[in-house]
């Protein structure tokens, strides 16, 4: 009985969390999705969002979603510009090039983050208050971070189905010789998809930060659990993303009840071989 | 193509041939340093006024970047506040009159275990480091502790708290912390007086600190008469505490005691007020006791924490007199003020505990009269000294040689005073607190 208050205490607060964790591994997905490419800077790039909300919140005083909007520009821009530097030279070469490409992206981060802000954690002090839901307490920053992700999917859902760009990411990601011939500038529609993986990874971090504390190698974590998220959902899948954080972020929320907390890392990872193991195009289907 | 990859080849051995030349002095330089002291003999014999000066090397990693930053970093402040002071003073003079100084060889370990062993062994066999002491964090030193025994080296381990690595056999190690078995008995004891019928979760990260400090506590808490109604670890990366605390209310826990280090003790400490755990009394270990806590505001009041020193309950020459014991070093005031001057903080017991390794070191290279290892290692088992710090005094049984016995700690809690500023307070033992505890810790 009391694991069963205490698994409805956890759930919310889970699928909460897990909208979040959806919206990090959206943009892992994205770029898989599009271009092929395993993204190995999406960590890094989720520790730089969650530095962004310090900065708006401690040092310019804003509050923290106000900075959102211009976090996504910057996250759009250093993801063209990543591209333009690392990725766009090896995007037709063998998978292991692209890897070691964005690789070096995440130690050029990790290193200049470690000089110029240390790995010392820090901490935004931001609160959007709580209330009471039956036995749990829900925490406004991660309610209104799910209502956002929300509507982060619901602006890429239309992007990509109701827009002239959108549509020529889809048919790049579909052909991309085909989307070529038809006259599709790949080169420009990939670096945008790129830059919009990264949008997304900054978004995400910078509402992490509201809630939980981070340095510069925090995005590491939220990086494997994106590719948890992105085989549970489908390698690029974007929408299929989002429930397979909402799964994880149950899976966190519920194991606990049952077990210590240091199972859910390997609950969650053996998870992740038994899908590429039974369903490895995911639980909502890879990319077609 | 073929002519490019000659001249190509061609460049790549000449400029090898050209940075081995210029690394040559570099991979010599060693030697010149070991025969140093025959040219610091030659002007002895002319002029015997002259003392010989040996510098002794102390070896150790800090955790410049990684999970353990936080208190490495005001640990290696400590010591090099020591070493400074220490060569400022002209050094140590023997009785043959070598006056001996001091230098220190340091890398970043990057709080890794791997790269622990690495740099300690590099230390040794390549820095010929003549002392060393502990990365900061039991696991860091559990590493480095290896090495040193392995190759006979003394290492002075500070902020290392777990007991096994004395229980081994080791016999070059020596523990300035009071052991991770005895860490929260203070505490236990202040809460037998405040609270008799608490109950009690123990909720800690899952290391080898946090694990040899639960060890001791349990039976402990449970030979008082607690009730521990739920006992849980957790990964150190560990960032949403959402699901322990929500288990931590369940279990209708009234006290909470664990905790890990900085990084996971700042972030349940912010997660257990956001989330009104409505819980009587907080101790955690580690990140409480640091100053830069206190950023975490209202979120802090009544969280308490075993502290190895604190400067507002530092120890005295006059209790020394009282114990009997012999008195050593500088004053807690004194050690403060050089460490503000320095720094413009106040000292923390991290901090402490770095100047307190090299104060132990050149103690006992007094009391050898010597650096031999041999000479120095058995005047740090025969030392039973009082310090700022408190007692120091190793365990020399085979059974956990270099454990230490003569330390004991306090319980201090983050109140507010009457400014309403943060201030963290000695409130236990009784007869050395400042405050009374807050209990139970005002709801948020």
């Not at chain 2, 007094?366 to 009082?386: C, G, Y």
Request: glycine share 10%; hydrophobic share 45%.
């Amino acid at each position: 009985m009391q694991q069963i208050g205490l698994l409805l205490a956890s759930l919310p607060d889970g699928i909460l969390l897990g909208f979040v964790y959806g919206l990090a591994a959206m943009g892992l997905t994205l770029i898989w999705g599009v271009m092929n490419v395993i993204n190995l800077s999406h960590g890094p790039i989720i520790a730089l969002g969650m530095f962004s909300t310090f900065f708006v919140f401690s040092r310019l005083g804003l509050n923290p979603y106000v900075g959102l909007i211009p976090v996504a520009i910057v996250g759009l821009l250093l993801g063209v510009l990543i591209y333009a530097v690392a990725v766009h030279r090896v995007i037709n070469a063998p998978h292991l090039s692209s890897l070691l490409a964005t690789f070096s992206v995440n130690m050029i981060i990790i290193g200049l983050g470690t000089a110029a802000l240390t790995t010392s954690p820090y901490n935004v002090d931001f609160s959007a208050g709580s209330f009471k839901l039956g036995s749990t307490t829900l925490l406004g920053t991660r309610l209104i971070a799910a209502l956002i992700t929300m509507l982060f999917t619901g602006a890429l859902y239309l992007f990509l189905y109701r827009t002239r760009p959108g549509k020529y990411i889809r048919a790049v990601a579909n052909n991309r010789a085909a989307a070529e011939l038809m006259g599709i500038p790949s080169t420009r529609i990939l670096a945008l998809s790129f830059g919009l993986g990264t949008m997304l990874a900054m978004v995400s971090g910078a509402l992490i930060a509201t809630f939980f504390p981070f340095s510069i190698l925090a995005g590491s974590g939220y990086e494997m659990k994106s590719f948890v998220i992105g085989v549970l959902g489908g390698l690029g899948n974007p929408i299929g993303a989002l429930f397979g954080g909402m799964i994880l972020g149950v899976l966190e929320g519920i194991i606990p009840a049952f077990l210590e907390t240091s199972w859910v890392p390997v609950i969650e990872f053996a998870l992740f071989v038994v899908i590429l193991l039974v369903r490895p195009t995911g639980l909502f289907g890879a990319k077609k | 193509m073929n002519r490019k990859l000659f001249v190509l080849l061609s460049a790549l051995v000449l400029a090898s041939l050209v940075l081995s030349a210029c690394g040559s002095p570099a991979t010599e330089a060693p030697m010149v340093e070991t025969e140093a002291p025959v040219m610091t003999e030659a002007p002895v014999a002319t002029e015997p006024s002259m003392p010989a000066e040996e510098t002794v090397v102390i070896g150790f990693t800090s955790s410049l970047t990684g999970s353990q930053e936080v208190s490495s970093k005001r640990q290696v402040a400590g010591f090099n506040l020591w070493m400074q002071q220490v060569n400022d003073a002209g050094g140590i003079k023997l009785s043959d009159g070598t006056v001996v100084k001091f230098a220190s060889q340091t890398y970043d370990d990057e709080s890794n275990k791997e790269r622990v062993q690495e740099l300690y062994t590099r230390l040794i066999t390549e820095d010929n480091a003549d002392f060393l002491i502990s990365p900061y964090s039991s696991g860091l030193t559990a590493a480095a502790s290896i090495v040193a025994e392995q190759n006979g080296k003394i290492m002075i381990t500070a902020g290392a708290a777990e007991d096994d690595a004395y229980k081994t056999g080791n016999t070059s190690l020596f523990q300035l912390y009071t052991p991770g078995s005895l860490y929260l008995i203070s505490t236990v004891d202040m809460l037998k007086t405040l609270d008799p019928e608490a109950k009690v979760a123990i909720v800690h990260e899952n290391d080898k600190f946090s694990t040899a400090v639960v060890e001791g506590l349990k039976p402990y808490l449970e030979s008082q008469g607690f009730e521990v109604v739920l006992e849980e670890g957790y990964a150190s990366d560990t960032t949403d505490f959402g699901p322990v605390i929500n288990k931590l209310v369940e279990s209708g826990a009234t006290v909470l005691l664990g905790g890990g280090h900085y990084p996971d003790g700042s972030t349940f400490t912010r997660q257990l007020f956001e989330r009104k755990a409505g819980l009587k009394f907080i101790s955690l270990l580690v990140a409480p006791a640091d100053s830069k806590f206190s950023e975490l505001g209202d979120a802090a009041v009544g969280v308490a924490t075993s502290s190895q020193w604190e400067l507002s309950a530092t120890h005295t020459q006059e209790e020394a007199a009282v114990l009997g014991k012999e008195w050593y070093g500088p004053s807690g005031a004194d050690f403060a003020a050089a460490y503000e001057a320095a720094t413009g903080e106040k000292p923390s017991y991290h901090v402490a505990g770095g100047y307190m390794a090299g104060l132990v070191l050149q103690k006992a290279i007094e009391a050898a009269d010597s650096i031999d290892p041999e000479k120095v290692r058995a005047a740090l088992e025969a030392m039973d000294i009082f310090t700022f710090w408190g007692g120091v005094k190793f365990d020399t049984t085979p059974e956990a040689h270099g454990l230490q016995v003569g330390h004991a700690m306090v319980v201090a809690q983050w109140q507010k005073n009457e400014a309403g500023e943060l201030v963290r307070q000695v409130v236990w033992p009784a007869d050395v607190a400042i405050v009374p505890p807050l209990y139970p810790i005002p709801a948020p």
